[in-house]
C-alpha cells in the first residue's frame, strides 16, 4: 500500500511539473469597420454641414476635412495564449471658422466585438451602436429647425449608460446628425451637402 502511495505521488509530481506547451502569440488580427457600416454615416470626404445655433439663432458652416483611420491595440490578458487585435477608429472632423469647438463623426470599435457611431464637441460624446439604426425609430418623422426628417434615432450613450447626460443626439442615415444637443443650447442641421 506505501509503495502504491508514493508511486501515486510521483506519478502526479511529474505530470504537474511538466512544461506547458510553448504558446504560438502569432500576429494581432485587425478590426476594420465594415463597409455596411461606414455607408450608415452619410458623409464624403470633406462634406459640409450648416448648423444653427437655436439660442443664439447664429449660423456655423462646418466643413470636413476628410475620412482618417487609426488603430488602437486589444490585449485579452484573461488568455494566455491571446494575440490580440489591432482595433479600426475611422474618423472624420468639421471645422467651423464661426464656432469654437469642432465636430467629430467617428465609427470604431470601443472594444473588439462591438462597434459604434461616436459624435463628440467639446466634452460631449454620444454613442450609438449601428445595429439600433433600423425599426423602430425614435420617431418615424420628426420637425428640426422647420424641416421634416424621416427614421430618426435618438441617443446619449448606448456604450456606457451609466454616463448618459441629459442631453442627446438626432440622426438618421441619409443626413446623418440633425440635432446636437449642448449644454449651451442645440445645433440643428440647416443643410448638408457632400462634395
Given at each position: 500500500?506505501?509503495?502504491?502511495?508514493?508511486?501515486?505521488?510521483?506519478?502526479?509530481?511529474?505530470?504537474?511539473?511538466k512544461?506547458?506547451?510553448?504558446?504560438d502569440?502569432?500576429?494581432?488580427y485587425?478590426?476594420?469597420?465594415?463597409?455596411?457600416?461606414?455607408l450608415k454615416?452619410?458623409?464624403?470626404?470633406?462634406?459640409?454641414?450648416?448648423?444653427?445655433d437655436?439660442?443664439?439663432?447664429?449660423?456655423?458652416?462646418f466643413?470636413?476635412?476628410?475620412?482618417?483611420a487609426?488603430?488602437?491595440?486589444?490585449?485579452?490578458?484573461s488568455?494566455?495564449?491571446?494575440n490580440?487585435?489591432?482595433?479600426?477608429?475611422?474618423?472624420?472632423?468639421?471645422?467651423?471658422s464661426?464656432?469654437?469647438?469642432?465636430?467629430?463623426?467617428?465609427i470604431?470599435?470601443?472594444?473588439p466585438?462591438?462597434?459604434?457611431?461616436?459624435?463628440?464637441?467639446?466634452?460631449?460624446?454620444?454613442?450609438?451602436d449601428?445595429?439600433?439604426i433600423?425599426?423602430?425609430?425614435?420617431?418615424?418623422?420628426?420637425i428640426?429647425?422647420?424641416k421634416?426628417?424621416s427614421?430618426?434615432k435618438?441617443?446619449?450613450?448606448?456604450y456606457q449608460?451609466?454616463?448618459n447626460?441629459k442631453y442627446?443626439?438626432?440622426?438618421?442615415?441619409?443626413?446623418?446628425?440633425?440635432?446636437?444637443?449642448?449644454?449651451?443650447?442645440?445645433?440643428e442641421?440647416?443643410?448638408?451637402?457632400?462634395?
Open positions: 500500500m506505501k509503495i502504491k502511495i508514493i508511486f501515486i505521488f510521483l506519478f502526479a509530481t511529474f505530470f504537474s511539473c512544461q506547458k506547451d510553448p504558446c502569440k502569432g500576429e494581432p485587425t478590426n476594420n469597420i465594415p463597409e455596411k457600416t461606414r454615416v452619410p458623409y464624403q470626404n470633406f462634406a459640409e454641414l450648416t448648423f444653427i437655436s439660442t443664439t439663432q447664429d449660423t456655423h458652416i466643413v470636413g476635412k476628410g475620412w482618417n487609426s488603430y488602437w491595440y486589444y490585449n485579452d490578458y488568455n494566455e495564449c491571446q490580440g487585435s489591432n482595433n479600426e477608429k475611422y474618423f472624420q472632423n468639421f471645422y467651423s464661426s464656432y469654437p469647438n469642432p465636430i467629430s463623426i467617428s470604431e470599435y470601443t472594444n466585438c462591438c462597434e459604434y457611431i461616436v459624435v463628440s464637441i467639446e466634452k460631449s460624446i454620444f454613442y450609438l449601428p445595429i439600433n433600423c425599426e423602430p425609430y425614435n420617431y418615424d418623422k420628426i428640426i429647425g422647420g421634416t426628417y427614421k430618426v435618438y441617443f446619449r450613450n448606448q449608460p451609466q454616463w447626460t442627446g443626439c438626432y440622426f438618421n442615415t441619409t443626413e446623418g446628425v440633425l440635432k446636437i444637443e449642448l449644454p449651451d443650447g442645440p445645433l442641421l440647416v443643410s448638408f451637402r457632400n462634395p
